[in-house]
């Protein structure tokens, strides 16, 4: 069983709509979380990471929330753009590095 | 400033056929990393590099061998492929361990085995 779990597997989207992609894990200790963007055909690529003491993070019209008691995370993207259209993918540091297998954004105008 | 490339970016072999992949960075990374990617999993961990001359195994190692004879170079080996092995790999560097540095991640090379 993957020890982390992402949440949904695909969403299909309005543009300039916003989403919130989730992901759970089980994985500890904990060192830090990161989300990824994949887009088709290309390598991950990083957009933000987290430590135990952080509670969110921006990168532009994407934010990260973590809460570590609860081991969950999510990613909130706002007024998305076609460009979103991607995989994200979480990652979780905890001795090594655990990936989730990504939630599958699709943006239509 | 290339950042990580991979080659070949497709590749089809038949079962029992041998490949390498070569993985290149431009960004004096010491830590190079094979990871393969299957539809509806994560990334799994190959083999892994802390540093020229070095090569550790990840999590899913077997089938396959890797060497880092230059820094700026990793390579990753299949000397009899089976179908199993058919996924998509990438190639990522980090200028320190992933737990505290950023992975950067090649464009991925797509194999089939037949």
């Known amino acids: 069983k993957n020890q982390v779990e992402q949440s949904p597997q695909s969403l299909i989207i309005l543009e300039g709509k916003n989403c919130t992609l989730q992901?759970?894990?089980?994985?500890?200790?904990?060192?830090?979380l990161r989300w990824y963007k994949q887009d088709t055909g290309r390598g991950p690529v990083s957009l933000t990471i987290m430590t135990f003491s952080e509670n969110t993070k921006s990168n532009g019209r994407y934010t990260a929330t973590l809460d570590a008691d609860t081991k969950q995370s999510s990613l909130h993207i706002t007024a998305s753009q076609l460009s979103d259209s991607a995989s994200y993918i979480c990652v979780v540091s905890a001795g090594d590095m655990r990936f989730g297998a990504g939630t599958r954004l699709t943006v239509k105008p | 400033n290339a950042g990580v490339t991979q080659t070949p970016k497709f590749r089809v072999l038949k079962t029992g056929q041998s490949m390498t992949l070569l993985c290149a960075q431009d960004m004096n990374h010491e830590y190079m990393y094979w990871y393969r990617q299957d539809p509806g999993m994560g990334l799994r961990l190959i083999h892994y590099?802390?540093?020229?001359?070095?090569?550790a195994k990840g999590e899913v190692p077997d089938g396959y061998n890797v060497s880092r004879l230059k820094k700026q170079n990793f390579l990753l080996g299949l000397e009899s492929a089976a179908p199993s092995q058919t996924s998509v790999y990438f190639c990522a560097s980090s200028y320190g361990g992933p737990y505290s540095y950023e992975q950067y991640f090649g464009p991925g090379t797509r194999l089939t085995v037949t």
């Open positions: 992901c759970n894990y089980t994985v500890s200790p904990f060192s830090n």
């Open positions: 590099s802390v540093g020229e001359g070095t090569t």
